[in-house]
Every structure is written in structure tokens, then in C-alpha cells.
């Protein structure tokens, strides 16, 4: 899980061009949005076709855990974990 946390974080960095954040900056169950890494809405579409592109996610925008989903890198990795064990 550790390697998928990793490569979420530097797909963040790359994906947003954070110059200023390195990926082992970003800590894995730091909030991506407001008060954590101060992500937008903007930020979140662009990181989820990153996302899906990258590894494939499958995520709905009507997902009532979207929210939830993307509140961390954790919380990311685990959606691809689920995601890969189930063949979806």
C-alpha cells in the first residue's frame, strides 16, 4: 500500500504542478482539501481524470463517498485497493 500511497502523491504533485510541495511533503491521511493541502474543485477533476488515466479508477460523480474518497492519499489508496481486488 505504501508504493500506492507514494505514487498518488507524486501523481498530485505532477498532476497540479505544486511547485512548492514535494511528494513526501504530503502526508497520507492529511485532508487534500481546505485546511489540509488547500486543493479545489478544479484541483479534484483534474486529479480524478489523473486518477483514471493513471490507474484506471472507475468513480461516479453521483457517489455519494466522493467526498469521502478523495478526503486523503489514504483514502484514495484504499479506493484503488478495493478497486483492483475486485477486478472493477
Do not use: Y
Not at 500511497?5 to 514535494?22: N, S
Not at 466522493?66 to 472493477?88: C, I, N, P, Y
Amino acid at each position: 500500500m505504501h508504493d500506492l500511497e507514494q505514487a498518488i502523491k507524486v501523481l498530485i504533485v505532477e498532476t497540479l504542478q505544486l511547485e512548492d510541495t514535494r511528494p513526501e511533503d504530503i502526508e497520507t491521511e492529511t485532508p487534500l482539501f481546505g485546511d489540509g493541502l488547500g486543493l479545489d474543485s478544479i484541483d479534484a477533476l483534474e486529479l480524478g481524470v489523473a486518477l483514471k488515466k493513471r490507474f484506471g479508477l472507475i468513480i461516479s460523480s453521483n457517489d455519494p463517498a466522493l467526498k469521502d474518497h478523495f478526503r486523503s492519499v489514504g483514502s484514495l489508496a484504499r479506493l484503488l485497493s478495493s478497486q483492483s481486488s475486485t477486478g472493477a
